[in-house]
């Protein structure tokens, strides 16, 4: 029994046209489906279930949930009764409730975000097959993004009133559903607030993180591309599209991966995070960043915070 | 449209900071104001979601255009009221704005990274 990866994002979008050209044309994900509703499905070339994004139309920009794929389907009843058991409620949602899935789990992460639970999604197929397969498909558009990659939430931390949301979750999704938590940031006078936190599922650095906020809200979705040199490219690529770019190309000190920022039209931040930064496997130790230390972590080169960075979320 | 109308530029003026800068009636006015390097409008994301660069337009309803801005930052009412986000304005006349309270949404906070008192 195991959480197995990040299934979707379902983001929402003030301006659906916009949002479709932006996650088709530069981002370079693949549209799989629309409904009557106006939600429009996307995948990376990469990914094989049906999609990996949500784009639904909305006054209020941000995330509506986030959705996490398990092993088995019997999955579903074990980490029902281990959430509930850990005090929150559970919903049931029936087969289809999330588009081309099967039955599912919908409840709150302590921040206050929603994560559904699934175990089957349609599978479509990577576009180079599964025989033979190319390296890369060649009708790729804009950046080519291959997947989703991870989501980072901002998570309500007030600690002169003993909220952390933050270590709340990390405490949740560890002990419930088996995530591992590979780095954290841990601020405070005795150094003992975890600020900052990043876990896997998988064997790459991170499938979800959290860092502190006011109000809990959606810091940015990340999108995988293969090295730096696809970085630099799509860099170019965004700016041919007049994109805005939150942070340009540089690199990370936690998870060591190679990043720009960028929003889409609705100002929900996107990422294309380049390498794998190093294997998580489960008996790695876990990462620490002091608070002195928390902007190199973040910027590695400049070692400097950027105020867009840190105080602007949808 | 006339052509004279497409390449207008008109005077931006925050009022509180005595900055002015030109834009484009094709440019939003957060972009008009960076890309001449003026400062005063605090940047986010350019896409009417974050609501960091919220702005009162003192000039009137027909110096300006917006376009969709997200209901959790600016509500119908104080749209009607000229409160709107600077990154959704695009100008049709000479405006004159002031900037709506302080950035209050912090992550992490200048060099001390979390206060504590």
Redesign the interface.
Same mark, same amino acid.
């Given at each position: 029994m195991s959480v197995i990866k990040i299934g979707h994002v379902n983001l929402r979008v003030?301006?659906m046209a916009a949002a479709r050209n932006h996650y088709e044309n530069i981002l370079g994900l693949i549209v799989t489906d629309e409904d009557s509703e106006g939600n429009l499905y996307l995948k990376g070339w990469d990914e094989w279930e049906k999609y990996s994004v949500i784009l639904s139309p909305s006054?209020?920009?941000?995330m509506d949930h986030i959705a996490y794929k398990v092993e088995n389907d019997s999955d579903l009843d074990s980490y029902a009764n281990t959430i509930q058991n850990y005090g929150i409620e559970v919903e049931n949602l029936d087969a289809g409730t999330l588009v081309d899935c099967g039955r599912a789990l919908r409840f709150k992460l302590p921040s206050g975000h929603i994560m559904c639970l699934y175990a089957d999604k349609t599978v479509v197929g990577k576009s180079v097959g599964n025989v033979n397969p190319a390296p890369w498909p060649l009708d790729v558009k804009g950046v080519g993004a291959h997947w989703l990659d991870h989501c980072l939430l901002?998570c309500p931390?007030d600690?002169?009133n003993q909220v952390n949301t933050i270590a709340d979750n990390v405490n949740f999704l560890s002990q419930c559903l088996g995530f591992r938590l590979t780095e954290q940031?841990l +601020?405070?006078?005795d150094a003992d607030?975890q600020?900052v936190a990043f876990l896997t599922v998988t064997n790459t650095p991170h499938d979800i993180a959290f860092?502190?906020?006011?109000?809990a809200g959606f810091h940015h979705a990340s999108f995988f591309l293969s090295g730096w040199g696809d970085i630099l490219k799509a860099a170019d690529i965004m700016a041919m599209n007049k994109v805005?770019m939150?942070v340009m190309p540089t690199r990370h000190g936690i998870t060591r991966g190679e990043t720009i920022y960028f929003?889409?039209?609705?100002?929900?931040?996107n990422e294309t995070f380049a390498g794998l930064g190093y294997l998580a496997t489960p008996d790695m130790p876990v990462i620490t960043w002091t608070?002195?230390e928390?902007p190199r972590g973040i910027f590695y080169h400049s070692g400097e915070?950027n105020?867009?960075f840190?105080? +602007?979320?949808? | 449209m006339r052509e004279e109308d497409i390449n207008s530029k008109y005077n931006i003026t925050i009022v509180d900071t005595d900055v002015t800068f030109k834009c484009a009636r094709e440019t939003h006015l957060l972009e008009g104001m960076r890309s001449l390097g003026q400062k005063g409008i605090?940047?986010?994301?350019?896409?009417?979601?974050?609501g960091?660069c919220k702005i009162k337009i003192l000039s009137g309803r027909k110096s300006y255009i917006t376009?969709?801005?997200?209901?959790?930052h600016i509500s119908e009412e104080e749209e009607k009221k000229g409160i709107v986000l600077a990154c959704r304005v695009f100008p049709k006349g000479d405006i004159q704005l002031n900037v709506v309270g302080k950035?209050?949404?912090?992550?992490?906070?200048g060099q001390k990274?979390?206060n504590?008192s």
């Open positions: 003030l301006d006054e209020q920009a941000g901002v931390l600690p002169e940031a +601020v405070g006078p607030i600020a860092v502190p906020g006011p109000t805005k939150d929003f889409d039209p609705s100002g929900n931040r608070e002195e928390i915070l105020t867009a840190t105080e +602007v979320y949808t | 605090p940047s986010g994301c350019h896409g009417g979601g974050c960091i376009k969709t801005m997200s209901r959790t950035i209050k949404r912090k992550i992490l906070s990274i979390w504590y």
